[in-house]
């Protein structure tokens, strides 16, 4: 099964101090303002630790699809992980990792994911899911950014 998962990543720069980027991502309020327009945040645990849930919607109406996360790893300044409980895919690790560099912090999402369906999902993640994820990095690096430092984008997608 290892074999057939797939794993996009992102990484961007924000000028800001590690702590102001660090806060933002661990402030759970923060979430709903950087997803794009078709995610909505159900609910989330408050503070962010090991352990909390946050519940997403995808979609809209009676198509939409409940998505359930949870916190499995929680490092101050570091990283926090979310893996999916309940939701459209068979596996899901959210990897988003934090690091202070030269102009201001890193920021790294390094998503690992199966569909479910076999090869039905592998060729519908091939022709669909992969670019719709892709293409979610851009908007939450733009809006992190706006959020933070109130300008510029540097995004730098790239692919694993």
Same mark, same amino acid.
């Given at each position: 099964?290892?074999?057939?998962?797939?794993?996009? =990543?992102?990484?961007?720069?924000?000028?800001?101090?590690?702590?102001?980027?660090?806060?933002?991502?661990?402030?759970?309020?923060?979430?709903?303002?950087?997803?794009?327009?078709?995610?909505?945040?159900?609910?989330?645990?408050?503070?962010?630790?090991?352990?909390?849930?946050?519940?997403? *919607?995808?979609?809209?109406?009676?198509?939409?699809?409940?998505?359930?996360?949870?916190?499995?790893?929680? =490092?101050?300044?570091?990283?926090?992980?979310?893996?999916?409980?309940?939701?459209?895919?068979?596996?899901?690790?959210?990897?988003? =990792?934090?690091?202070?560099?030269?102009?201001?912090?890193?920021?790294?999402?390094?998503?690992?994911?199966?569909?479910?369906?076999?090869?039905?999902?592998?060729?519908?993640?091939?022709?669909?899911?992969?670019?719709?994820?892709?293409?979610?990095?851009?908007?939450?690096? *733009?809006?992190?950014?706006?959020?933070? =430092?109130?300008?510029?984008?540097?995004?730098?997608?790239?692919?694993?």
């Amino acid at each position: 099964m290892v074999e057939n998962m797939a794993k996009i =990543e992102s990484t961007f720069l924000v000028n800001a101090g590690l702590s102001k980027v660090w806060e933002f991502h661990n402030d759970v309020s923060a979430l709903g303002r950087i997803m794009p327009g078709t995610v909505t945040v159900v609910s989330a645990d408050a503070p962010m630790r090991a352990g909390s849930r946050i519940q997403l *919607r995808l979609g809209a109406g009676r198509l939409g699809i409940d998505w359930m996360l949870n916190v499995v790893r929680h =490092e101050p300044m570091v990283r926090f992980v979310d893996q999916q409980v309940t939701g459209p895919f068979a596996s899901w690790l959210h990897v988003h =990792e934090f690091a202070a560099v030269a102009g201001g912090t890193q920021v790294t999402d390094t998503v690992t994911y199966t569909l479910p369906f076999g090869a039905i999902g592998r060729a519908v993640d091939k022709l669909i899911v992969q670019h719709v994820i892709r293409s979610s990095f851009g908007p939450r690096a *733009r809006a992190t950014k706006r959020l933070l =430092e109130g300008g510029a984008s540097d995004q730098r997608p790239a692919s694993g």
